[in-house]
Nanobody, 117 residues
Framework: QVQLVESGGGLVQPGGSLRLSCATS????????MAWYRQAPGKQRERVAR???????DYADSVKDRFTISRDNAKNTVYLEMNGLKPEDTAEYYC???????????WGQGTQVTVSS
């Protein structure tokens, strides 16, 4: 059974930081590109950051220089370090696993991030 379990969300003041984690099981982690998406109320889901199997990364323009994605292949976990949080970062954040060679992907259940004073 495949599971992607996000954690680390919460309420933070503008300018604050959070670290999201996504622990996976049931997949061969090293065969999957990993990504974080977010969806705010009334908006489409957007990709925030992605880390490929070879560790190259890319980011949405809105989070560049503030967010950092990383992966720990020994722990089958992907992280999203978020600094300089803004109210517009408020959203449900989802972990995504996308197989590097097959059309297979999985989603986590999401974790809420709220940036407010």
């Amino acid at each position: 059974q495949v599971q992607l379990v996000e954690s680390g969300g919460g309420l933070v003041q503008p300018g604050g930081s959070l670290r999201l984690s996504c622990a996976t099981s049931g997949i061969i982690f090293t065969q999957y590109h990993m990504a974080w998406y977010r969806q705010a109320p009334g908006k489409q889901r957007e990709r925030v950051a992605r880390i490929l199997t070879g560790d190259s990364t890319d980011y949405a323009d809105s989070v560049k220089d503030r967010f950092t994605i990383s992966r720990d292949n020994a722990k089958n976990t992907v992280y999203l370090e978020m600094n300089g949080l803004k109210p517009e970062d408020t959203a449900e954040y989802y972990c995504n696993a996308d197989h590097a060679f097959m059309f297979v992907e999985y989603w986590g259940q999401g974790t809420q991030v709220t940036v407010s004073s």
